[in-house]
């Protein structure tokens, strides 16, 4: 079975502190993808790499960077977190889609991070 | 910009039907179908492919109209266990290689017995 795992459920850190999410995935997916989830907004993609060190900007991510040095690999990070920024975040990986061809996603439990 | 999800929310009684439609502004590659139950992470449902190839479950279908850009799950003679939030994810052409999804805000769905 495909498995993502993501380091903690639930994080809570003060305002302006720097955050690293990281997620782990063991099925060798070229990509993965850093989501957020608020109510009524349903999943908000932050960003998403397609490959080792490669990485491009979804629809929100302003205030958050990432890195990806290994394959399994996908850390989110807050340079500064703000208030604004509590929220779940899930993590996601698959494998790499083409012209026919296209392959599920498979979430991480979630990472509940609370910004006070 | 998101794919717009109707209805919002949806209760039903076991064993009722129940549709929900996914629309986008843009031309679409393809089409996923998310459930997430309460407390866990989003577990994939179904795929449709521009050119009408289609990957997913038995008991639940979906279409896919290329031309107005828009999908339909259909759950039939619902079951408790169909509970939860569903999610549309929607592929653009040119975001076809990458795998990238843009979600819609979901539609949550009650089944009671």
């Known amino acids: 079975d495909v498995k993502v795992t993501q380091s903690s459920r639930y994080l809570v850190k003060r305002t302006g502190e720097k955050v690293f999410l990281e997620c782990v995935q063991d099925?060798?997916?070229?990509?993965m993808f850093w989501y957020r989830q608020d109510p009524g907004l349903g999943l908000r993609l932050i960003y998403f790499?397609?490959?080792?060190?490669?990485?491009e900007k979804g629809d929100i991510p302003e205030g958050y960077s990432v890195s990806r040095e290994k394959k399994e690999r996908f850390s989110l990070i807050l340079e500064s977190a703000s208030t604004n920024q509590t929220s779940m975040y899930l993590c996601?990986?698959?494998?790499?889609?083409?012209?026919?061809?296209?392959?599920?996603?498979?979430f991480g439990p979630g990472t509940r991070l609370t910004v006070t | 910009q998101q794919p717009v999800q109707s209805p919002q929310a949806v209760i039903l009684r076991e064993g009722e039907d129940a549709v929900i439609n996914c629309s986008s502004s843009?031309?679409?590659?393809?089409v996923h179908w998310y459930r997430q139950k309460h407390g866990e992470a989003p577990v994939f449902l179904m795929i449709?492919?521009?050119?009408?190839e289609q990957k997913g479950h038995e008991k639940i279908s979906a279409s896919f109209n290329e031309k107005k850009q828009q999908s339909s799950l259909y759950l039939t003679a619902s079951q408790l266990s169909y509970s939860g939030t569903y999610f549309c994810?929607?592929?653009?052409?040119?975001?076809?290689?990458?795998?990238?999804?843009?979600f819609g805000q979901g539609t949550t769905l009650q089944v009671k017995p």
């Open positions: 994810g929607t592929a653009t052409h040119g975001s076809s290689n990458t795998g990238k999804l843009i």
């Open positions: 790499s397609y490959d080792v060190k490669m990485k």
């Open positions: 099925m060798d997916h070229e990509n």
């Open positions: 996601a990986s698959s494998l790499p889609s083409g012209p026919l061809l296209g392959y599920e996603q498979y």
């Open positions: 843009k031309a679409l590659y393809s």
């Open positions: 449709l492919l521009k050119g009408g």
